[in-house]
Structures are given as C-alpha cells and as structure tokens.
C-alpha cells in the first residue's frame, strides 16, 4: 500500500513512520508535514537514507500539494497525525487549533475524495467524549461532548470525516485514543516536561490537586492499533484505543522521581489548567474483539524505558528546548510557579 502520513515528523506519526517501514517493507509512506514547533526531523534519523520513506514538507491544508502528492506517488491511504496538539497552548489561543485540525483535515478529505483514496484514517483522541466521573469509561458510542479549544477542534474533524463517509461515500475511520507516552514526545506534555525538570532539579508544575486522572498507553501500542484499524476496521467506524492504565497525575509524578533519584520536595501545585477534564479512561473492547489489538507495554516498564531514553538522549531534547520552547515555558509556567494562572496573567 502507498501511504500518505501526515504529521509524521511530530511525536505519533514518527513512530508509526518507523513502524510501517519496519513491519511493512513492501509499504511506501510519502510523510507530509509542515514542521511547525512540534515537528522533527531528528526523530526521523533512521529513516534518512530509506527510498522506501520520502519526506516533504507541507501543510495539510494546502490542497492543491495534497491533490499532486496523491496523483504523484499513487496514494493508496491517508493517515491523518498532524495537528495542534496540546490542551494548554490552545487555552492560550485556539486559531491554530480550527486552522489545522479542521480546515486542513477538509483539505485533506476533499483531496482524497478528489483524488480516489481508498482508505482515510482520522487520529482523534479521547478528549472528543469530555470528562468522566469517579467510575465507567468511554465507549465508541459515548456522546461527543469536547471541553477544550482543543477538543472542540478533533471533534469538529472528526464529524467532517463521518460528514465525508456518509454524503460522499468516502471509505474512512477514525480511532480515538488515550494519552500517549514514549521516547520523542515534546517536552510540553505532563511526562516528559516532568523528567526533564526532574533531571535538572527544577520544580514539578503540578495543577490544581494533582488527582485528574489520564489513562496512559505507549505510543508504540497506539500505533499498532492505528495499523490494525487502517488495514482492518469497517468503513465509517470509530474505534476506541486505551491499554487500561488509568492513573492519577501525582503518582505519575512520583514514579518519575524514584526513577531520577529525586525527592518529593519538588513537587508544586500550581493554578489549575482551566476547564480542566478530571478522568479520562477507555473503553478499548472493539479494536481488541475485531482486530485482535493486545497493548504489549505495562506502564511501569515503559514509564522506566522512556525516562532511561531522555537520559541517553539529551542532545534530542537540548534542542528542542531552545529557543520558541524558553519563551512557552516562560509563558505556561513563570505566573503559575509564582501562583497565577496563566491564561489570566497580563500580556508582558
Ligand atoms: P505532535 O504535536 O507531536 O505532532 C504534530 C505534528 O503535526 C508535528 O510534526 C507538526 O509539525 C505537524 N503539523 C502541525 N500542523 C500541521 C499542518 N498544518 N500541516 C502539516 N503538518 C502539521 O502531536 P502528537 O502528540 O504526535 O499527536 C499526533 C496526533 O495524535 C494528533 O492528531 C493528536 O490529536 C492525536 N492524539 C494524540 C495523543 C497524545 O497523547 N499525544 C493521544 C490521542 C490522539
Ligand atoms: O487524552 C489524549 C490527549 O492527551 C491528546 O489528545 C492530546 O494531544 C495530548 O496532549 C494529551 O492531552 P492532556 O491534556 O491529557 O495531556 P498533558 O500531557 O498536557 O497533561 C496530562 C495531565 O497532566 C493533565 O491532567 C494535565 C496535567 N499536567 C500537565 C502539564 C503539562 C500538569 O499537572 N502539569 C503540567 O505541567
């Protein structure tokens, strides 16, 4: 199958990238991405010298590019990555979240429809159900009902991709997914921003209580499953992923200090994050029933793994925290360390 990979320079769609080429040879990814802040080329680096893998970089919503990169490498498939991805950047402003999550995912299902794509698989996350409860989980047929300028944008993409199957007869699928954690993942997000601090001595930014609970899944897990539905999932379904490992912020907090050698003393609770979502979980029966999905990581072992790889790896991350990534951390946490939310802190 020819692959069109969007946002595969970013966290997910650099692994998957690397998945496909390993486990599919025969497979050939044309990878699109418009490496905003969140896209790198470094995590690419194996893939440099692979014919089987070519990289271009481009916006999603830039249709006319999109039209030609289908007809030129006979794209069988669109995987849809790229995104605004992060909560607390799109409380800070929501235009590049509706710019990128829904204009460019139009732009890319009207050049599938235009161009003859079999497959289009949408990633979306979780979030698009809101929050849950002190107990159950969400299922694929759990209301959409998005808290967040970020999820309120996933979803809205993900009703124009259903929109596209049921008007225009396109061939899509969309899978949701919990919170993802691995080696790569920009430092913005709760574990890598908590190791890196944890390396330097710095504070932990906890908000509010520290009890909002994620359910996390390794982002190799992930892929696999994205692998399964888009090869394997019925046209026009949604399809759950979650590894069942529901856990409290503070204690994945405390986990990353035992594995750095640091003490609790650390810990902050800073101001909250706005409209903050208090319990994620998933309920992931469908893509194991159907496809025969099996998450392969326990959390403690890839928590481990994954704080071992930023202690090998600190070029990756000295890098991407230079520059624009000094002035957000500025930004997100400065007035909160001091006890201010941010999203109500004036301009500087
Ligand atoms: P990321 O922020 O690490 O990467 C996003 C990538 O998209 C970057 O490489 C960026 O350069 C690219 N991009 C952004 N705007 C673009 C545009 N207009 N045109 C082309 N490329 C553009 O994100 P991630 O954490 O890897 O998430 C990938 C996808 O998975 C997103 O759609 C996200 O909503 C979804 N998702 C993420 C998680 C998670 O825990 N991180 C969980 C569920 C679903
Ligand atoms: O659930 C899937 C979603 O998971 C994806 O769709 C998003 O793209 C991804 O960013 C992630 O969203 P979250 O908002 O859950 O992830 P984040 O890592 O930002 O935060 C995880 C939890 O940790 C959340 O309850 C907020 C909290 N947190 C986060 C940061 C960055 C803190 O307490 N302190 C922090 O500094």
């Known amino acids: 199958m020819n692959l069109l990979v969007t946002g595969g320079a970013g966290f997910i769609g650099s692994w998957y990238v690397r998945l496909i080429r390993r486990a599919r040879p025969a497979d050939s990814v044309v990878n699109l991405d418009a490496l905003t802040y969140a896209g790198n080329m470094e995590s690419l680096a194996d893939l440099r010298d692979d014919a089987g893998h070519v990289f271009v970089k481009g916006d999603i919503r830039d249709t006319a590019l999109v039209r030609t990169l289908i007809a030129r490498h006979q794209v069988q498939a669109i995987v849809n990555f790229a995104a605004e991805s992060h909560v607390d950047r799109s409380i800070l402003s929501a235009s590049p979240f509706i710019d990128t999550n829904v204009t460019g995912t139009l732009s890319l299902l009207e050049a599938a429809r235009a161009g003859g794509v079999k497959r289009f698989l949408q990633v979306s996350t979780d979030e698009v159900y809101g929050s849950l409860g002190a107990t159950g989980a969400f299922e694929e047929t759990t209301p959409i009902a998005p808290r967040s300028p970020y999820s309120a944008s996933k979803a809205a993409a993900d009703h124009l991709v259903a929109a596209f199957h049921h008007t ?143 202690r090998s790896h600190p070029t990756w991350w000295e890098r991407v925290r230079s520059g624009a990534y000094r002035d957000y951390y500025e930004q997100q946490y400065a007035e909160r360390l001091r006890g201010v939310d941010p999203s109500k802190a004036s301009p500087t």
């Open 168 to 310: 225009h007869g396109l061939d899509a699928v969309i899978t949701r997914c919990s919170n993802n954690y691995g080696p790569h993942q920009f430092p913005e997000k709760l574990i890598p921003l908590m190791i890196l601090n944890a390396f330097e001595g710095k504070p932990l930014p906890v908000y509010g209580d520290g009890l909002y609970v994620r359910d996390w899944i390794h982002v190799e897990d992930h892929c696999r499953a994205i692998d399964l539905v888009l090869r394997g999932g019925r046209a026009g379904e949604v399809y759950n992923i979650g590894a069942e490992n529901e856990c409290p912020n503070l204690d994945v907090v405390r986990a990353i200090l035992r594995h750095t050698d640091r003490g609790e003393d650390l810990i902050r609770h800073v101001p909250d994050r706005p409209g903050h979502d208090r319990r994620y979980a998933m309920n992931a029966a469908k893509v194991r029933d159907e496809l025969g999905w099996r998450p392969q990581h326990t959390f403690a072992a890839g928590l481990a793994a994954t704080v071992d790889w930023y």
